[in-house]
């Protein structure tokens, strides 16, 4: 809310002007959360109070409490699998669905549009990761048992390893192993039954490897089966595996230009959650400006794309990391300060200016 008045004089002729009568600008908007019936949601006045700063007010309207449940084809997961950190918790066994590229499209038929003209949907949810083929990643094996990290096709990052997949089906698209005893050459497939997803991993990117105890007889082309596969140190087995992955995690997601549904992982962290929420609606509100001239008010000074985000964001006060790059090799932005800083750390105000940007923007096009 802008309060404006005027009080001067006139440039041309010298004289008072009389000062008007107060003139108050409502610049609003209304949005809708659907949320689990069992969620617990931080409150969000920190991220009213973040719009409000730029003189735009938000109202909740048309809340959306629903059992995600009685949604049909939904795949639940236990949250340990999303959440290490909660792995010895008794909440990590919690049955949860986790939202993304998969299934986000069956929650847009719950925004309700009463009342108020609604123009966002908030889908909460405890977790964000879309699906993704992984490479057909080559792990040297020194046991039969193995503990391994799923890396993506540019070796720079990680990916989750989830079961059942995100999107169903066999966890394991394409497996095989190979192994020289010394003497003869063994080799074999690798299904499901040999991959396992243990509560005590301790990031969602390792999954576990147990080769045969044996050579499958019109399988192993080095042997007619029953032969003990026993790699080592010194006769190391090689395992290559494709699986059905996961890229993440994601704290939430902005919708596309005429279907205003955002994406928010519910945070018992109140700044995160309100960073995720106030950064999501400045997506939609069209943040990060890119424009160049744009409504005659300076260019944004620290907007830039990709740097360890997806999209356009803002790396107000952040620095350079010293080791980490992105997928076309340019150098990671870290620690910055405003909302619109690519990572969910808890931001809770815009810099000026992203702020000035909320100012001057027509409300009239929201998400046009």
Not at 67 to 96: M, V
Not at 196 to 214: G, V
Not at 347 to 357: A, G, K, V
Request: glycine fraction near 8%; charged fraction near 20%; proline fraction near 4%.
């Amino acid at each position: 809310m802008i309060t404006a008045s005027l009080d001067g004089k006139n440039a041309s002729s010298g004289s008072v002007a009389k000062k008007s009568a107060e003139v108050t600008v409502w610049r609003k908007m209304f949005y809708q959360i659907t949320a689990d019936k069992t969620a617990k949601l931080p409150v969000r006045d920190k991220t009213f109070s973040a719009f409000e700063s730029s003189f735009v007010e938000i109202e909740e309207v048309n809340e959306n409490l629903m059992d995600y449940g009685s949604i049909q084809g939904l795949t639940r997961h236990p949250l340990w699998q999303f959440r290490s950190d909660l792995r010895t918790s008794a909440d990590g066994d919690r049955q949860i669905v986790c939202v993304g590229d998969h299934n986000k499209q069956k929650f847009y038929q719950q925004f309700k549009a009463k009342n108020q003209p609604v123009t966002g949907h908030l889908i909460m949810c405890d977790a964000q990761w879309d699906p993704i083929l992984g490479p057909a990643n080559i792990h040297q094996l020194t046991q039969r048992h193995s503990e391994l990290f799923q890396k993506n096709a540019a070796g720079n990052s990680y990916l989750g390893v989830f079961d059942p997949p995100l999107n169903g089906g066999a966890l394991v698209s394409a497996g095989v192993w190979v192994w020289h005893d010394g003497k003869v050459q063994h080799n074999g497939d690798i299904g499901n039954h040999h991959i396992t997803i243990n509560k005590t991993r301790r990031h969602p990117t390792l999954f576990e490897l147990t080769l045969p105890d044996k050579c499958v007889a019109g399988e192993c082309k080095g042997c007619k089966g029953g032969t003990a596969i026993a790699p080592s140190t010194a006769l190391p087995a090689k395992a290559k595996i494709q699986l059905q992955c996961g890229t993440g995690p994601w704290a939430g997601e902005s919708g596309q230009p005429g279907k205003p549904q955002c994406l928010i992982v519910v945070n018992s962290d109140e700044d995160q959650f309100n960073n995720t929420i106030a950064h999501e609606i400045g997506h939609l509100f069209k943040q990060v400006r890119q424009d160049k001239n744009w409504l005659g008010i300076p260019d944004h000074p620290d907007q830039y794309v990709k740097r360890g985000g997806q999209g356009s964001h803002c790396k107000k006060d952040a620095t350079e990391s010293a080791t980490a790059k992105d997928q076309d090799g340019n150098t990671v932005y870290e620690n910055g300060t405003c909302i619109m800083y690519h990572v969910a750390v808890g931001n809770t105000t815009f810099c000026e200016n992203c702020s000035l940007d909320l100012k001057v923007r027509d409300m009239s096009d929201f998400f046009k």
